[in-house]
């Protein structure tokens, strides 16, 4: 197998980074998440993290995206331009977690008639390299939400990682581009691959979505969502959740149109015209979460709405999380009639 | 600090079994992984799930505003700084001081269940260790109750290791550009997620500023502009209501040392207008300094 020493690390991610944005796991301070390398940040490159605190979806779904600009003149009106990024990026890696955290946000974005070209422009311009997780961590469960963290689904590249050495597996057309890129820096080797560890913390979700179509009502939500506080953590820090709200910045005579994450947590996202709020309350808000992830997400796209990741297991400021809500909602007995 | 989990578990059991109160609010471990979380129980029976421990760190104060509307009396275990927060409400009429059964608890210092987390996680980059004190009790000058009806453990000494407002003498220090240049870098972090407003017992506010959306007085999108009008805004809120609780600075997932812009509003205050710590004591018809009007008031500011 092609391969590289984890020494030469940095001149492999020069080399990439020479043509193409290339997006690394980055310690920001008390944080991680993926920025964009470069030599003067080396020190921050943190590839022995097991996950960024803050998940790469950003770079396919930014938090705050500008999508036209307009102008207004007497009764004139200008619009000028979009601002979809069309450039070339590489997600350097990429853990199963997250490639899976993808995969659910084409299923959105992509593959269910409307195509979003904001989204798509920034999907297709990206290459994935994929790693290993040989260690999961305390906190993940992916295994459990049907991820393989050995796995090659969503990766262009796969790096299969021992202790000196980094196999280098291209698996499409993208990876074999960059493969060709990298030729000189690459020699071949053989690997022996190490197993990983697989995840200590599991949860079981089967025939969960099936139940859940009964539990609308189920007075576990309001036990469930006593301590949940509405503010918007879990689903900023989540891989895969995509709610996002189109807002306007008006400076008078001109301004532009922007998307921005949105979240279900909050009073104003269920808000309607008129002033009517089906979600009310905040067991309605935190009920509407889990189901969307655990039963909608499932029956209209076949996979759950969470990849396992377990970021949202140490951010919740009440220890609420995707874990603790799956359990109890196991335990719960349904009325069959 | 000998183990006050017994304790806990009596009083919550009899207040509930002899009708005092309709809820308790405390403490439990967690099923699923043994932590500590904030716990409400109705009957007394419950009460053997309720702890006290050194990861007692969330205020369940602000816990309360989910029963403002209701008639229901409530049991609550407070450490010093919990117990301010219910002078909060009290004070700014959110929760009356009649409803309430206040179980204070000496606070020995709590350690940062989320921060041990976050450094087994492997999610965070630097992250302080288990054996450390939490760092919102690192400057805690009230660590026992200020406002009970019963009291639990001894009394204990202020913890404050550093010089009360080094953090905030050393930001003064800076020129006026390096000083916006560190809060534009800080605030940048921000990912509007709200926690810090919706963790703290001074934003109590039903309908806040923040969500209103005709008109918009903050911008939606996480730009510096944006994002430094929503801090400057909730500092100036709570200003002179902050009873320096620290959790906003806990919960914020981008740890963002929040806690400065609060502290350096408690110096100003205090100075301006007091002496004055908020949430120190519950007299009838008090309010905060910004709250209230006096003809000494300084205002050099009026020209």
New interface residues.
Partial sequence: MKSFAKSAITVVLDRLAEQTRTYVPM??????NFSPWSERRASDL?LN??????SPKGIVFP??ERLYDFAVDGQRADISGTHAETGENILFGARACDRKAFAALDQVFLRRGYVDTNYKARRDGLTVIGRDCLQP???CFCDSMGVDPMGADGADVLLHETTEEFGWEPLTEKGQALTLRLNDLLTEKELIRPESAGCRLEVNVAGLPEKLRGMFDSPVWDELS??C?????C???CPVCHCF?I?V?NNGSSGCR?R?W??CM???YN?MAGGHNPREG?RDRFRNRFLHKLEFFQERYGSFGCSGC??C???C???LNM??VI?RLGEVKVDAS | MGDLTPEVQRIAGNLLSQGQVDLVLGWAK????G?S??A?IRQAEQAGRLIFDQYCI?NLA??LL?HRDSSERIGIFVKGCDSRGIVRLAEDGQFPRERLYIVGICCPGMKD??AC??A????????AGDSELAGKCRQCAHPNPVIYDELLGDQQPPFLNDVRFSDVQRIEAMGIGERGEFFSQIFS?C?????C???CVACNCRQCIF?E?RPQWV?????AADNMMYHAFRAMHVAGRCVECG?CE??C???LPLMLLNRKLIKDIDQLFGPYEAGLSLEEGARPPLSSYRVEDPDPFVR
Avoid: W
């Fill in positions: 310690r920001d301070g008390v944080t991680s943190a993290s097991l996950n960024t605190t803050f938090q705050t961590g305390p906190f006593t301590f506080m509405n503010c918007g953590v689903t900023y820090i709200d807002q910045m922007f921005c949105d979240s909050y009073p104003e808000l905040k377990g970021r297991l140490v951010t400021p009440h220890s874990v603790l359990n | 967690a099923p699923s992984n932590q979380v904030p409400c969330h602000t816990g989910d269940q989320a987390d976050r087994a996680s492997g999610l965070f980059g630097e992250t972090k990912i509007r997620c709200y926690a407003r919706n963790i969500d959306t911008g939606r999108s996480t730009s959790e806990r919960v997932p981008a740890g």
